[in-house]
């Protein structure tokens, strides 16, 4: 059944247009299908009031947070990202996908 299903996915693939730069090539797979992540991004979240930062307690600790996602969504938060909201930004070093309702 897994091979099924792999072969179904796959069959919808077409091959775009090559991109490149100097010796790098890279083809796009496209499908007709219209699909979105199963997930938020952090500033979808941000800007729709989805989720809060707050420090983790009243004196803050520098590498520190709290994130808390207010959604029934993941919302996925990339490495090299910058969090705002608390008394000082930080950036991630880390990627996570925060499921919803968690904090």
Do not use: C
Request: aromatic share 4%.
């Amino acid at each position: 059944m897994q091979n099924n299903l792999i072969e179904q996915q796959l069959g919808q693939l077409n091959l775009g247009d090559v991109q490149w730069i100097h010796n790098l090539s890279v083809y796009p797979l496209l499908t007709d299908e219209d699909s979105m992540p199963g997930y938020l991004t952090l500033d979808q979240a941000l800007n729709d009031k989805q989720a809060r930062i707050t420090e983790i307690s009243e004196g803050g600790h520098v590498p520190e947070l709290a994130f808390e996602n207010l959604t029934d969504q993941p919302i996925l938060l990339l490495d090299g990202e910058e969090l705002v909201g608390a008394k000082q930004n930080r950036v991630l070093n880390v990627t996570l996908l925060v499921l919803g309702g968690s904090k």
